[in-house]
């Protein structure tokens, strides 16, 4: 009897760790990817991972499991540039290429009916119109796999299969293709250019104190039609006063071309920002600088009854001292200085301040400490500080990032390995 009640105990601490096994593999701990480690692993891809960044998919990639990615090159993202598509379009455009399902490349070889429907990102965020966010897979002559917007015309030009990148099951697929999806939804989210004059805007600035910065504008080949562009669907436009615009002009001149279209594009932002949601930000924004390459972004704090802009990098600040104009599509403030992007000045210098003299003013060094007839003490060494913590996008966030991944990875293999273990040890002392 003491033997079969030793049998029956066994037995039953057996069952239960086989459920346990099951359960571990159909629940897993969760998201363990992160698509910017993987598409760092060939440079080709790394304007798509910059837009995916400067665009804020790259954290609702990594939050989702069970999901693939259709990535492009370089090449192909200058395409996208060409298109001049605007702001909310293009992060719509590149939504439509994360889908919700998981395909690598033995999933899309086997297609039932040679065909299936997808739906992407763009779709789950409710602004698609009706179905425009689903993709259609299907086989082609010859088992090319091509993706299509649903309801377009199988003989309609596709994107098409070229590689798998990376393929974790039911995890994440990465998958090269060979174009970006286009839709029209997409088109028509563009404004069509203005028939009047890129000088309107200008015009509006140099009426309100902002002469000097609205000259600039007009003068830098692509400033003046980027800022009309995005004035037909929203703008907000951080305008130097004319006395810090004059205090960097030869500082101006001298940067290169590239270089001075990006400072006059950080003074924009592709959307209308009244008065008071100005004064409700308190974050990060990006400029009319931000392409699919690079992020500029620039920062924008309540600061008690003003309101503050900076870009952390760099150390430039400036405070808005007057709005020239808010009206439904276009607002303009006046602001004290030059905003420098830190990522175009690398942190050397801070914004240039209006000032009654343009050389810059340096804080006084601290008087020298009065003299103390008592020995010296050996100098005592300061206490320990706590280390700030890494930006979300510097190497250490990237590598806590990269350990919290891990951890997650080691977690799903590791319940099974411990659950084995035990299995091996129940096996023994029942046996």
Known sequence: MAFAGILSDCTTVLFFLVLLLGASRL?????????TTILSTNQD?????????????????????TITVLAVDNGVMAQLRSRRLSPEAAVHSLALHVLLDYFDDAKLHSLTAGSALATSLFQATGQAKESSGIVNITVRLGGRVAFSPYGTPEASPAVF??????????????????????????????PAPAPESAHGLADLLSKNGCDGFASLVTATAGAARTYQRSADGGLTVFCPADKSVAAFTSRFKNLTAEAQLVLLLYHGVAKHYSENVLKTINGEVNTLATDGTKSFDL???????????????????????????????????LIDAVLLPGELFN???????????????TSPAPPPAPA??????????PAPTSEPAPAPDSPRADQRNNAASGMASWSLFAAPVAVALVLWGEWHLCG
Do not use: W
């Not at 629940?27 to 698509?35: C, F, L, R």
């Not at 804020?56 to 499991?65: G, H, K, P, Q, V």
């Not at 103390?372 to 060494?381: D, E, G, I, N, V």
């Open 45 to 65: 891809f790394s304007e798509f991972s910059a837009a995916l960044n400067s665009s804020n998919l790259t954290a609702e990639i990594d939050r989702r499991t």
């Open 161 to 190: 299969y070229q590689k798998s990148i990376l393929e974790s099951p039911y995890d994440i697929a990465v998958l090269q293709v060979s174009a970006l999806i286009s839709f029209p939804m997409a088109e028509a989210e563009t």
């Open 372 to 381: 103390t007839k008592s020995a010296p003490s050996p100098k005592s060494k």
């Open 299 to 333: 920062t924008i704090m309540n600061d008690g009854d003003a309101v503050k802009l900076s870009s952390s990098s760099s150390g430039s600040e400036a405070r808005v001292t007057k709005t020239i104009t808010d009206d439904d599509r276009i607002a303009v403030y």
């Open 27 to 35: 629940y897993p701990v969760g998201a363990s990817h992160n698509i």
């Open 347 to 361: 942190g050397s210098a801070g914004a240039v301040a209006v000032a009654p003299s343009p050389s810059p003013v």
